[in-house]
């Protein structure tokens, strides 16, 4: 025996037992040769036991697992391949994976798992990738990963994460790529990242990095591939990107201003870099990549005169290639930057003797001569704090402050004081600190800020006050800070939409308030003439039970979460004309009226609807929304009909799962768009009992319905759910006999005015001693 190999003595066992076998489970399909078993879509609350002990590939996607017990799969310890995506999954158990040592692929996508505990992989010492994208991960404990000494890829894409901890992926001897792009990450520790000595890829993008992570980066010398694209930096300093194999930068649509010639002199071998889509109006020289062979601009506001010469000479003699256009002046404009010459790049009037120095410098020398750098000066930093004069960072975090320190450097623009004991916050707390830009006070355990608190920060533009213990906000809270676009209040014990407090706020763009204790949201509030820029609104993990008419008016209104709320009717959106994403999930709603969605029916793209206890949606209840939604879903409800989706041609994501679905004629309609479209639906036959789990695309009953079968009229106009619950029919055709209440006469209603949804806002520009436009 000792000279087969394992998986030829796999393939023998496996022959020689396939007559005795016979183990494959009832909902299961099983394929003996290739030793597979795909139990798709069963709605399996538990790892079936009857699986064959040789499977070596099984696909248990789309259940209902929701836990993952300790030994859930020690009868299957020869899988190879293990797919568990969409199964409801909320927690990993300690030993849950202990005897699958022989595993190279699994799959835990698109599931809830909030917490990535000690031992979760326990087991898994030939894992070599890891899918745990979209899920709703905000911690990684240590020692998560440090039994994956042969992972080489892991997916930590679409979660909550917001910080990553030293040492997080310890233990990862042989990862080569690590995603982790589409999270909340603002903050990441110096040793996030030790111990990944042979990383060479790293996905940052779509976070929220302020500055370039240069400390935590510096411990990375194999990584050849960076995106840090979409996040909020406005500056790169001298010597940010210290990373001596890096090869491809993308720093694309980001909010950058200015970026120093030096901030990539660490970085002799980068060949590729992403500036596109920034605010970048020029750019000098940089100094210390040797190899780079394309820059790309693409999307700057770069104007094309004198100050833009002496970069079009460089990428001239050093081979670069220059992407992009010029966006003035005027007779410039859109003109390649390629095909620019040092000559059409001139100053005029009261630039002339910038001009002349340029081409002075450019005849003598060649090149321009950089200018002396003045001394250093020592800089003051509170007790128990570190400042950073070059990056402009100053941070005083878990110093078991009790009042906020005084004397930071003038030009500090991020002000880190998490983690400490501040209680309350006094009028002029900050003093000296109009140049900061994002100022961090979570875990402060804050309940009280006096009016005027943050006066004089005039340049504030991100305000982190997450988890603390503020009951309510006076108005006046954030005077003094008129630029103030991101604000977090989520994880405190507001009992109200603080509208009062955020009526000085005009720039606000985007407000978090999940985790609080509100219970209604009232006109006195209005979005409109409160904060009447504010795009994104999160209200997630609230206590709301009713949301009064004209509560969330707002003509820029672009997303709105409600969801694990205890709403039971559906709210009014009738002002909020411009809202693209609306997620109404985990709120106790049972009846969706007709066009229920009209109001917002021209700009919504997303919507989310799961877990409700819906029983019933008019069949006009989608009426008005059409191919601009992009996804729609509806998972773990009681519908037994659906209305018609034919007219939401642009779907590209649809959930209809867990639903008891009545598979007779009048859903007819449902199974022809189910066979028209390309995308994939899954949905499957509650009601009757025979075809019970089955798919709706898989079922017979169809083919006896006339062609012409359509859902009855309905006679029910109802505004709430029936009280009155009608056990399903095999003829959907008779009428409920519930009474509804007369509707209500409306008043119209003059038309608002059009207005165009808001950008994103640009974070304020970080000044240098430097020559700008």
């Given at each position: ?623 008005g929304l059409g191919p601009g939604l992009r996804a729609l879903t509806l998972r773990g409800n009681q519908l037994e ?133």
């Open positions: 025996m000792h000279f087969f190999s394992a998986a030829a003595f796999l393939l023998i066992l496996a022959h020689s037992l396939h007559v005795k076998a016979g183990k494959c489970p009832r909902v299961c399909s099983c394929d003996s040769t290739k030793l597979t078993v795909a139990c798709v879509g069963k709605n399996l609350t538990e790892v079936p036991p009857t699986i064959d002990e040789i499977t070596l590939k099984l696909d248990l996607k789309n259940n209902n697992l929701q836990e993952l017990s300790r030994g859930a799969f020690t009868h299957t310890p020869y899988l190879t391949h293990l797919n568990l995506q969409r199964c409801n999954i909320i927690k990993v158990k300690e030993g849950a994976f202990r005897t699958l040592g022989r595993v190279v692929s699994l799959n835990l996508a698109y599931n809830k798992i909030d917490i990535l505990y000690q031992e979760s992989f326990d087991g898994l010492s030939s894992l070599k990738e890891l899918f745990l994208d979209h899920n709703r991960v905000e911690e990684i404990q240590p020692g998560a990963f440090t039994q994956l000494g042969f992972l080489n890829m892991l997916a930590l894409t679409n979660n909550q994460l917001v910080y990553i901890p030293n040492m997080a992926f310890q233990g990862l001897n042989n990862i080569k790529w690590l995603r982790l792009s589409y999270n909340s990450l603002n903050n990441l520790a110096s040793e996030a990242f030790a111990g990944l000595f042979t990383l060479n890829r790293l996905s940052l993008d779509h976070n929220e990095l302020q500055f370039f992570p240069t400390q935590t980066m510096n411990r990375l010398r194999e990584l050849t591939r960076l995106d840090m694209s979409h996040n909020p930096m406005i500056y790169l300093g001298e010597e940010s990107v210290s990373m001596a194999k890096l090869t491809h930068l993308y720093l694309d649509h980001m909010s950058l201003q200015d970026l120093s010639d030096k901030a990539l002199s660490g970085a002799p071998l980068l060949s590729h870099l992403g500036l596109s889509h920034n605010q970048l109006r020029y750019l000098e020289p940089l100094s210390g990549p040797k190899e780079l062979s394309s820059l790309n601009l693409t999307g700057n506001p770069i104007y094309c005169n004198c100050y833009m010469r002496p970069l079009r000479q460089w990428a001239s003699v050093k081979g670069v290639k220059l992407q992009g256009a010029c966006a003035g002046p005027p007779h410039l404009s859109d003109e390649p930057l390629q095909a620019v010459t040092p000559l059409d790049l001139r100053c005029r009037s009261h630039q002339e003797q910038l001009k002349d120095e340029f081409e002075k410098d450019n005849e003598s020398a060649g090149s321009i001569t950089q200018p002396t750098a003045k001394p250093k000066k020592k800089v003051e930093c509170p007790v128990n704090c570190d400042c950073d004069t070059e990056a402009h960072h100053a941070t005083c975090e878990g110093q078991g402050h009790t009042k906020v320190p005084r004397g930071f450097p003038t030009q500090t623009q991020l002000l880190d004081l998490r983690s400490n004991h501040f209680h309350y916050l006094p009028a002029n707390g900050f003093p000296g600190a109009s140049q900061v830009v994002s100022l961090h006070l979570e875990l402060c355990k804050i309940h009280e800020i006096e009016r005027g608190a943050f006066r004089g920060m005039k340049k504030l533009f991100y305000l982190y006050l997450s988890d603390n213990d503020l009951t309510s906000l006076e108005a006046g809270a954030f005077a003094g800070a008129p630029e103030l676009t991101y604000l977090h209040l989520e994880g405190n014990r507001l009992a109200q939409f603080p509208g009062s407090a955020l009526t000085l706020l005009p720039s606000l763009f985007v407000l978090h308030l999940e985790r609080n204790a509100i219970s209604k949201l009232e006109p006195t509030g209005l979005l409109s003439s409160v904060t009447p820029k504010l795009r994104e609104l999160y209200l997630t993990n609230n206590t709301i039970t009713s949301i009064a008419k004209g509560a969330l008016d707002s003509a820029f209104l672009g997303t709105l979460h409600l969801d694990s709320n205890q709403l039971t009717e559906m709210p009014t959106l009738s002002e909020a004309s411009n809202l693209e994403e609306l997620s109404l999930s985990h709120n106790s709603i049972r009846w969706v009226g007709p066009k229920a969605f009209q109001p917002v029916s021209q700009s919504l793209k997303r919507l989310y609807m799961d877990q409700m206890g819906i029983e019933k949606m008019s069949r006009d209840a989608l009426a009909e659906l209305p018609d989706l034919s007219p939401l041609t642009g779907l590209e994501v649809v959930d209809l799962q867990d639903n008891p679905l009545l598979c007779d004629c009048p859903l007819l309609p449902l199974r022809r768009w189910m066979e028209n479209v390309t995308l994939e639906v899954i949905a499957t036959c509650g009601h009757p009992p025979e075809v019970r789990g089955q798919k709706v695309r898989d079922v017979q009953v169809f083919k006896s319905c006339p062609e012409s079968s359509s859902p009855p009229v309905e006679k029910v106009v109802a505004t709430r759910p029936p009280k009155v619950k009608v056990k399903p029919q095999r003829n959907l055709s008779k009428a409920t006999g519930v009474k509804a209440k007369p509707a209500k006469p409306k008043t119209k209603l003059p038309k608002p005015t059009k207005t165009r949804p808001q950008k994103k806002p640009v974070a304020p520009k970080v000044t240098k001693n430097k020559k700008m436009l």
